[in-house]
């Protein structure tokens, strides 16, 4: 089975994380039991229970890239402020 990231882990919502938990331990114990068709139906579980995890991961970043960008351009602003003194 293959674990989210911890950035991805850390966004879930605790319902979500409880779900998350209990689909990788019911996969792990398939893959000791060489049912790996079936650990692979709960893979795809979880891959869709973390994408919604994923999406407030981007909005994070997007957000933080804005943020980047206004301050970059507030610098901007005020080089070009003391440029005119």
């Not at 890239?65 to 507030?74: C, F, S």
Request: net charge negative.
């Amino acid at each position: 089975m293959r674990h989210c990231s911890v950035q991805v882990r850390g966004l879930l919502t605790r319902g979500e994380l409880d779900r998350y938990n209990a689909l990788m331990e019911v996969g792990s114990f398939l893959e000791s039991v060489d049912r790996h068709d079936l650990a692979y139906t709960v893979q795809k579980e979880v891959d869709l229970l973390i994408m919604p995890a994923i999406e407030r991961l981007k909005d994070k970043g997007r957000a933080r890239d804005r943020a980047d960008e206004e301050y970059l351009r507030r610098l901007a602003a005020g080089e070009d402020d003391e440029d005119d003194d």
